[in-house]
Each structure stands twice: as C-alpha cells, then as structure tokens.
C-alpha cells in the first residue's frame, strides 16, 4: 500500500449505504446459528428511508433481507418479517416488482410460485414470471442451490461461495463486512476492454453474476443454465403496401390498449410519476400513453446538453406542450459534474462505463422530492427488432468466419499482416481489434493486445458470454443476431443497470413499461413489416407517435444521448493513476504507469480523440469505485 500522502482527503466524501436491494446468506453444513450474526452484518449495509420496506426473511440455513421502494413493489413501509415459503423441501424467495397488480405486493404468492415452477422441472416457465426480478431456491435434500434472475436481465444478482456459506446480493456493497473483496484481473481486462464487466463475471474475485435468463446452479461447482428463449420473432410478412397500412390502421387500438395497461400497472397510487424523456421515439410513446392516464401526475425530465447539436431539451419541450405535460429540463453544470462523480462513483458496487450514467444520475437527484418512482423507455427493441448499420454484425461474422480456418496462435500474426498492406486492410485490422460495442455504441476501449502490455499476462476475450452469443450467428439471421446482441448482452449491462441501479441507489423505484410480457407477446404475433419495414423499425409505435403527435417530433432524426467525457478528464490532478498502480500494485505490470503516463499524454495532446477518452474513463471508474471501496480518499 502506497503512502496516504499520495491522496489527498480534500472532499467530504462519504459512502452511502444501500437503500434499495436483496441480499442473505445460506448455510451448506447445516449449522444456522450464525446466520442471525450475518444477516446482521449486511442489514448495517443498508438504509430505509420513508418510500422503502424492509422485510426479514428466516429459513432453515437461510435467511435473507429485502428493501424495496414502496411505491414500486406496492407496498406499505412498516418491516415485515416472514418464515421463507416452503415447498416439497425446497425453500425459496423471489424479490422484485411485477407488472401483475394481485402479485406484485403478495411477498408470498410470487415466492410460492418460484418454487412451483421449480417443482414441475419446467423451468422455461420462469420467463412467464413478468417483471424485474431475482429469487433463490434451496433444496435442502440434495443441498443444490439455484438462483434465478429475470430473463430481459433488468435485476441484478451475484453470488460468492466462502468455506460453507453462500451470500448472494443485488447490490456487492451489502457484502463488504462479510467477505473479502479483491479486484479481480480478468474483470478489470473486460472493463477496459467492453467500458462495462460483463455478467458472469464481476469486478471482485470469485463472485459470479447470474446472467439474464438464467439459472446459476451451486452443488459441487457453479452451473449456468439458460431458461429463455429469444424475445424477438421476425413473424409474417404481409408483402403489401396496402395490407400493411389497413394492418397498422386495425392493429393501432389494440397496440394503445397493450401499451395504456403496461403503463397503467406500473403506477403507484398515489404521488407524482417522473418520465425521463429525450424526445425520441420510445419515451415520447410513454409520454403519450401516460397523458391518457394521469397528466397531472407526470413530470418529464431531459437532460440538456452544452453543444446545441446534442441538446435534445427543445423536442421533449414540443412533446410535453403537445400532450399537456410537466417538463423539466436540466443542464448539468461543470461544478455538479465534479460533485456529482463523486457521489456517483461512492453507491457504485463495480463501474459503470457508459458516459451517460452520470449525468442521469444528476438528473435523478433534481426531481422533486414527491417523484419516488420514474419510468424509463428502455425496452421495446427487444421484440421490434434492432436495425442499426449492419457493419458491427458483418465485421465480426466475418472475424469469426476466418478464425474457424486460422489458428488461434496465428491469429495475431494474420491481423499483424494485414496492417503491413492496403489502407482498407488496416482499417479492417484495427476494427477487428476492437470490442463489439464500439460498433454499435461507438465506444472504444483497450485493444486484447494493450491489455497484455498493462496487465502481464495474456489477455483473452473468447469465453465471454458476448462471443458465446455470436458464435450462434449461423442458426440467426443478422437482425435476429443483433437483436439478441444489443437486448440480451448490452443493454442489460448498461442501459438498464444505469437506470435501475441508480434510481434504487437514491431510494426511488423505476420501471420499464416496455419490458411487459403481455405487450411483448402482442408485438410478437403481429406481422413482419409492422415490425421492421426496410430496415426502419417500430413501425407500429411510429404510426401511434404519428397520430399523437406534430409529424415534425414524429420524423426527428434519432439522435442519442452522447455526454461529453471531458467535462470529467479536464482538468484532474490525476492522482486516481497513483493509487491503480501503487495501491493496487499487484493488478498491473511493471511498466503500467509508463503505459497509463504514455495514454494521459495522448489525451492531453488529443483530448477529442474517444479511443484516448474511452481508455481513460474506464480506468477513472477503476480507480474510484476501488477507492470507494476501500474507503480511500481521492482527489479528482
């Protein structure tokens, strides 16, 4: 450990506790006489406020806690304690918040029908539970453990075996006083690498994150087992104009009504509902939807940006005027980005890459103080289709084509070669070196090769459940392939956790009205081009916008929300790079400050270049959550 004079303690920065999450440990020998200690160890991780519950729930070598926002799980805020619902010997605990109203306050009922599921061996059926959620099952004959998480992946969950005990917590801060927490290097590689750790792995060693879709299974070794299928079904085509709009003209009331009791299920009895709203196509549908409802309840909010190009405050203004909506716009200012890093970073359990995150979080913290649930737009690609640029899926098609005739010890030498030839050889080098996500995202983070030189070993991507996902890519076509890319791998880690993780970290409750599995199978049945039509999707939700709104949001170039990284990197004393090197010695070569000295040169000769900013950013969101962490004190 480095000198405490390389920080500098010159901010007030304190760790806050955990508002919202589930978290318990189980016992594998059979010994439950400390379990009342544990749960004990992890309730001090937590805080209630006046809009969460907390529920105690005590098994036989288990027990667990749950902290839900009242207004999202639809519940009142006294504590509760519950015997964990048993079933032929398995006992088991589903946390979240549903979208059916007569089980989405019944702690019981949604446990009791985890473990039925479980009971018949169908676990396919686990998909129909609908709703952000995460549970365990515990068989006590066979001492087999499962946990399960959601299958569109907006709930996280992760699990740490230590001697006989297993903790499992949504949130990896609940199990700091319990179990030792150490970086870990393969994570670290695919921070840097994909800007996010991707689940099964996380930023601590030997902790796994359960996927989306999936069952972790614990007997004598770790199994992960997927239980869902595929969300998108191209469906039919109808291969006419004229039956395509009398189609869109007959299906747009029952597209209304799906969307109104998606969105209707959602809402809370009583309080304001904030929307975050950017003016695009999937937000302005639930401004819509939810000026039908209830307008006076709604506040929107857009997060504006400096560079007018950007700014996209104007067109949710237009939305909000158009549908007799509340709206509130807010501009970061450089003094609230520095702050709120700080605080952003301190109630993260491992990093968060994408840029955007921050200035939602700020956004979070100005609504008004009676808004305790937000409804975010995320959600509807996922059975509309995704139909971006297809160079992304192409490029790496083709990658994986050529690896299956070249050796992997020749494939470094192949892109080696190809970068001594034509320019158009180089360029489809260097894109091949780089992560999945830039091709879709435009994020660039450190090549397998940077990696190699910074952290001393050899560096592989290959069993990540991203490639895992693309090797499938001969049984899919391309729009099905990256659907389930964008959808099943990307926005779990990133959209979603951005939204979920940190609305629960301010103790607000959020909901994504899109995710419904009643509107999914309605989206599912209907025909291809109300789907996609010329590569455009949503068609169906554009007509909906078209009848709702003036045609000029309607046609609006989508835009996305690109936050400009250096409001962050400017300007820093950089003393976030002593401690990942000193600090955590042990995580980097030799040469890393060298390399990480050589990458701040670059940037600050080149600070529009976003491969210099990427590679930076990811390293800043190392240093402080580990910082954080451990408690430790930096200067930005």
């Known amino acids: 450990?480095?000198?405490?004079?390389?920080?500098?303690?010159?901010?007030?920065?304190?760790?806050?506790?955990?508002?919202?999450?589930?978290?318990?440990?189980?016992?594998?020998?059979?010994?439950?006489?400390?379990?009342?200690?544990?749960?004990?160890?992890?309730?001090?991780?937590?805080?209630?406020?006046?809009?969460?519950?907390?529920?105690?729930?005590?098994?036989?070598?288990?027990?667990?806690?749950?902290?839900?926002?009242?207004?999202?799980?639809?519940?009142?805020?006294?504590?509760?304690?519950?015997?964990?619902?048993?079933?032929?010997?398995?006992?088991?605990?589903?946390?979240?918040?549903?979208?059916?109203?007569?089980?989405?306050?019944?702690?019981?009922?949604?446990?009791?029908?985890?473990?039925?599921?479980?009971?018949?061996?169908?676990?396919?059926?686990?998909?129909?539970?609908?709703?952000?959620?995460?549970?365990?099952?515990?068989?006590?004959?066979?001492?087999?453990?499962?946990?399960?998480?959601?299958?569109?992946?907006?709930?996280?969950?992760?699990?740490?075996?230590?001697?006989?005990?297993?903790?499992?917590?949504?949130?990896?801060?609940?199990?700091?006083n319990s179990v030792a927490l150490n970086a870990d290097s393969q994570s670290i590689a695919e921070l840097c690498h994909y800007l996010y750790v991707p689940a099964p792995l996380t930023i601590y060693k030997n902790c796994t994150a359960v996927l989306p879709g999936h069952i972790l299974q614990i007997d004598s070794q770790f199994k992960q087992k997927k239980y869902s299928k595929d969300r998108f079904v191209i469906g039919n085509s109808l291969n006419d104009d004229n039956r395509i709009n009398e189609a869109i003209e007959k299906q747009l009331p029952n597209f209304e009504n799906h969307l109104i009791k998606a969105v209707t299920d959602c809402l809370p009895e009583q309080g304001r509902?904030?929307?975050?709203?950017?003016?695009?196509?999937?937000?302005?549908?639930?401004?819509?939807?939810?000026?039908?409802?209830?307008?006076?309840?709604?506040?929107?909010?857009?997060?504006?940006?400096?560079?007018?190009?950007?700014?996209?405050?104007?067109?949710?203004?237009?939305?909000?005027?158009?549908?007799?909506?509340?709206?509130?716009?807010?501009?970061?200012?450089?003094?609230?980005?520095?702050?709120?890093?700080y605080k952003f970073t301190a109630l993260s359990d491992q990093p968060i890459g994408d840029p955007a995150t921050l200035p939602y979080f700020l956004g979070m913290t100005k609504l008004p103080d009676d808004c305790n649930l937000i409804l975010d737009g995320t959600g509807n690609d996922y059975y509309f289709g995704v139909s971006s640029v297809p160079r992304g899926i192409w490029k790496y098609?083709?990658?994986?084509?050529?690896?299956?005739?070249?050796?992997?010890?020749?494939?470094?030498?192949?892109?080696?070669?190809?970068?001594?030839?034509?320019?158009?050889?180089?360029?489809?080098?260097?894109?091949w070196d780089m992560p999945i996500e830039e091709a879709f995202v435009a994020w660039q983070g450190w090549s397998s090769k940077e990696l190699e030189d910074l952290l001393d070993r050899e560096v592989s991507f290959e069993h990540t459940y991203l490639w895992n996902v693309m090797g499938r890519r001969k049984s899919m076509t391309r729009i099905e392939l990256e659907t389930e890319v964008i959808c099943g791998v990307w926005e779990p880690h990133t959209a979603y956790r951005k939204a979920h993780y940190l609305a629960h970290a301010l103790g607000k409750g959020i909901r994504f009205p899109f995710t419904d599995n009643r509107l999914a199978e309605y989206i599912n049945d209907l025909p291809e081009e109300l789907k996609l039509k010329n590569n455009v999707n949503k068609q169906i939700l554009r007509a909906y916008l078209k009848a709702n709104l003036p045609e000029e949001i309607v046609n609006k170039k989508k835009m996305g929300f690109v936050f400009n990284i250096n409001r962050i990197l400017e300007d820093s004393s950089y003393k976030w790079i002593d401690y990942l090197v000193n600090y955590k010695e042990e995580l980097f070569s030799n040469n890393a400050k060298s390399i990480i000295d050589k990458l701040l040169k670059d940037y600050r000769d080149n600070p529009n270049d976003p491969s210099n900013q990427h590679r930076l950013y990811a390293l800043m969101l190392l240093a402080f959550v580990l910082a954080s962490k451990d408690k430790i004190q930096l200067e930005y």
């Not at 405490?4 to 020998?29: C, E, H, W, Y």
């Not at 509340?326 to 970061?332: A, D, E, F, K, L």
């Not at 005739?405 to 489809?428: D, E, F, I």
């Open 1 to 176: 450990m480095t000198d405490n004079n390389t920080f500098i303690k010159s901010k007030n920065m304190q760790i806050p506790p955990v508002i919202v999450g589930f978290a318990g440990v189980m016992r594998l020998d059979g010994q439950s006489h400390d379990l009342k200690k544990e749960l004990d160890l992890i309730d001090s991780q937590f805080a209630r406020s006046e809009s969460t519950s907390k529920t105690v729930w005590l098994g036989e070598n288990v027990a667990a806690l749950s902290y839900q926002n009242t207004q999202e799980s639809k519940t009142d805020s006294d504590v509760k304690e519950y015997t964990i619902p048993v079933l032929d010997g398995l006992q088991g605990v589903l946390h979240g918040s549903l979208f059916e109203q007569e089980q989405s306050h019944d702690h019981i009922k949604s446990s009791l029908r985890l473990l039925e599921i479980y009971r018949q061996n169908d676990v396919s059926k686990f998909q129909t539970i609908n709703g952000a959620w995460a549970g365990f099952i515990f068989d006590s004959k066979t001492k087999t453990i499962s946990f399960i998480r959601d299958r569109i992946g907006i709930q996280t969950l992760n699990v740490i075996k230590h001697g006989e005990s297993v903790y499992f917590a949504t949130d990896l801060r609940l199990l700091r």
């Open 273 to 341: 509902i904030a929307l975050t709203l950017s003016g695009g196509k999937d937000s302005s549908a639930l401004a819509i939807a939810l000026s039908k409802i209830c307008p006076d309840r709604v506040v929107a909010l857009t997060i504006g940006q400096s560079e007018k190009r950007s700014d996209e405050t104007k067109d949710a203004r237009k939305v909000c005027k158009a549908l007799g909506l509340q709206h509130i716009s807010y501009y970061p200012t450089d003094d609230e980005i520095e702050e709120g890093f």
């Open 397 to 431: 098609q083709k990658r994986i084509d050529i690896e299956d005739h070249v050796p992997k010890y020749l494939w470094r030498t192949v892109l080696g070669a190809m970068k001594l030839t034509t320019s158009n050889m180089r360029n489809l080098a260097k894109n």
